[in-house]
């Protein structure tokens, strides 16, 4: 019986995961009027408007810094250890729920829910930590 109940929330679980995004309501923004085009700027992270052009610098063309490497190996790795990290507390949700009241499973199950939430807190630190340091050597190169 308990088998026939996972299965269910199984299938439950992996049908809402792929449906509910198709539920979410589509977002139209109106079209401004004005030297910005924004359909040209795509990726685009500084518009440089010179006497009513505007200009869209690529942010992939990088001028060979090594802060500019850096911070995106760091963006980069963040990225992948934070879908890693949501991925293991959804996977933590699922053996709590599926413990069956043993303590041994709920205790596992609470250790990965709390060591993917220390793995996203460091993150989010190593983000700041990094920045924070290449600012300031950056300025001072400068």
Do not use: W
Not at 48 to 59: F, R, S, Y
Not at 72 to 89: D, E, F, K
């Amino acid at each position: 019986m308990f088998q026939k109940i996972k299965n269910k929330l199984l299938i439950l679980s992996s049908a809402l995961m792929f449906s509910v995004p198709t539920l979410v309501p589509v977002v139209a923004h109106a079209q401004g009027t004005g030297p910005i085009q924004g359909g040209l700027c795509k990726g685009a992270q500084e518009l440089v408007i010179a006497e009513g052009e505007a200009t869209c610098e690529d942010p992939n063309t990088s001028t060979g810094n090594f802060s500019d490497l850096l911070r995106r190996i760091v963006n980069i790795l963040s990225v992948i250890i934070g879908v890693i990290a949501v991925i293991m507390i959804i996977f933590g949700g699922l053996r709590y729920i599926t413990s069956g009241g043993d303590s041994t499973k709920v205790g596992n199950a609470k250790n990965t829910i709390l060591y993917a939430l220390i793995g996203l807190i460091i993150v989010a630190l190593s983000q700041v930590i990094v920045r924070f340091v290449l600012s300031n050597t950056t300025s001072i190169a400068s």
